[in-house]
């Protein structure tokens, strides 16, 4: 328990506040109370513990499970409370569905896809989890069609969401052809935010009234938003995720849809949580043996012999490789990239089509700061468009600039991750406004000045990209070693390239990071695996 690690001002405050409540100088304990701050920002929801002293244990601000106290000792793992509980309702929450079905029309099932979408469509909970191309979207036009044949259909409601607009942007696109198409939003906006809270406005006690939710990009919900949501669709309601449980996890704390999954799997032939996860196999995108999903699937099996061979491999019409440039060569380097990947949104005749230009190309990272991080890159893009003649870069707001909000404004529906294009306005007397795409699909505009924070995005991190597809993507790797560099993160970037990806990085840098996997210290598998029944 005698970790050292880089506690912050907020970690230390809590350390002393537990000490204080414990009544008594107590070092242990307030190391203890920092450490499980920490690990919580860092992402996990809870501390193993293998010697937690006895004084620790015997503290009343740690409790037992059942029990109220700023910390809780469930077993060997000691928790955050308020994260002990998030991960106790969940788990609750998930028992409860699996256990339940609704009726529905029995079909012969021919294959996976079908086999998900069936189930999906007559289960209270239900998990779709696959790569980008498994055809994780077409189970839900089925799984739609499905319920439009059901008794009852024309009462059903029926939910959309994801975690970010843009995503939800996609899923609303992707089901145009339904035969009701419906619309997608975000989760925040589905359960009703209220501003300057972490409260929603749907919960237990006042649940959302739809029949059925579906929510995409499951991967990227942390423990808290997930509990949240469970709490919200009635347990007669359907609620049905879909990701894929090897992407990075949620930024916020908790790798959820992977616990989901991996408890799944352990679980007894037969029970109710196990025949609620499918996994898709088949990638209808991309043709085995070619490069995005050769190399994806290498990354994602932490073979990186077999990865450095599909990375190196010459010729590959959608992999291409050269190791990291010197720092004093990355704008050099980054000179035919940028020009060739950019100017059509930049030229592009109306905002909507500059706003779908973006998406067909972007520069990827694993970092923030340095010479290999997105703030460095954004700049060197700004040179290169700027030395081109195809902008002009200025402090404040300018015309073609791309840009992401960094922090929710739940009164303008402006979210962390929405992406957006400062344009002059043929509306507006050709003064600048902000221009996004709204969860729906329709152009939204906004006054420079009264968007949420927000930053230059011609480079994103791995982790802010996802929910995103790019035709073309090149990512930038680090010349350094760092543990940021996954596993995980690679197979996300990878899995954002729609065509082609470019990609630069050392070959030693590069299998470090194959061999890294992401761990995220939870209970939740072992919550799930109490007895579930098989559903009736």
């Known amino acids: 328990m005698n970790e050292e690690t ?50 620790v244990r015997a503290s009343k601000v740690v409790a037992a499970p059942g029990e109220f106290a700023p910390l809780v000792l469930d077993g060997r793992r000691l928790y955050l409370r308020r994260y002990w509980e998030y991960e106790q309702q969940l788990a609750r929450g998930i028992r409860k569905r699996a256990a339940g079905r609704s009726p529905a029309r029995t079909t012969k099932i ?21 790569a980008p191309g498994t055809g994780k979207t077409h189970s839900v036009l089925t799984i739609l069609a499905l319920l439009e044949q059901q008794p009852g ?9 994801a975690p970010t607009g843009k995503a939800a942007a996609r899923l609303t696109e992707s089901l145009r052809t339904a035969v009701k198409p419906h619309e997608a939003t975000t989760i925040h906006r589905l359960l009703g935010t209220i501003p300057d809270s972490p409260y929603f406005r749907h919960n237990a006690e006042r649940p959302l009234t739809a029949n059925v939710v579906i929510v995409d990009e499951a991967s990227m919900i942390d423990l808290a938003l997930m509990a949240k949501l469970f709490a919200a669709v009635p347990l007669t309601s359907r609620l049905i995720l879909l990701g894929d449980r090897d992407q990075l996890a949620s930024v916020e704390a908790g790798n959820v849809l992977a616990d989901i999954c991996a408890a799944a799997e352990t679980a007894p032939a037969g029970s109710a949580l196990r025949d609620s996860v499918v996994e898709l196999n088949q990638n209808y995108r991309f043709a085995e043996g070619a490069g995005i999903y050769t190399l994806s699937s290498a990354v994602n099996k932490g073979h ?4 450095v061979v599909a990375l190196k491999r010459e010729h590959d019409a959608e992999i291409s490789w050269r190791s990291t440039p010197s720092t004093a060569d990355l704008s050099r380097a980054l000179r035919d990239p940028i020009l060739n990947g950019f100017p059509p949104y930049i030229e592009a005749k109306s905002p909507a089509d500059a706003l779908a230009a973006l998406q067909r190309f972007r520069v990827l990272c694993a970092v923030r700061q340095g010479p290999f991080g997105v703030e460095n890159l954004n700049s060197l893009a700004e040179e290169i468009l700027a030395d ?16 992401m909000i960094t922090r929710n404004d739940h009164n303008l529906a402006l979210f962390n991750g929405d992406t957006g294009i400062i344009l002059r ?15 729906e699909g329709k152009l939204r505009r906004f006054l420079p000045s009264r968007l949420p924070i927000h930053e230059t995005a011609f480079a994103l991190t791995v982790h802010k990209s996802q929910g995103s597809e790019f035709d073309r993507l090149l990512l930038v790797l680090p010349e350094k070693d760092s543990p940021v560099l996954t596993r995980e993160l690679l197979y996300t970037a990878i899995t954002r390239a729609r065509s082609s990806a470019e990609i630069w990085c050392n070959e030693e840098i590069f299998r ?8 995220r210290h939870s209970g939740l598998r072992d919550a799930l695996s109490a007895s579930v029944p098989t559903p009736k």
């Open 512 to 519: 470090a990071a194959v061999g890294r996997r992401t761990v």
């Open 425 to 439: 306005d043929g509306e507006s007397h050709d003064e600048l406004r902000a221009f996004f795409i709204s969860a």
């Open 153 to 161: 259909a024309a009462e059903l409601k029926i939910a959309l969401a």
């Open 388 to 403: 081109a003649g195809l902008l002009v870069p200025r402090a404040g707001w300018y015309h073609g600039q791309p840009v």
């Open 110 to 130: 021919g294959d996976r896809q079908q086999l998900a979408a069936t189930n999906a469509a007559t289960r209270n909970f239900f998990v779709i989890t696959g």
């Open 304 to 307: 990186a012999d077999a990865a």
């Open 6 to 55: 880089n506690f912050t001002a907020l970690d230390r405050q809590f350390g002393a506040f537990v000490e204080r409540l414990h009544g008594s100088p107590a070092p242990d304990l307030r190391h203890a109370a920092m450490l499980v701050s920490r690990r919580r920002a860092e992402g996990h929801i809870c501390v193993p513990v293998e010697d937690l002293p006895a004084p």
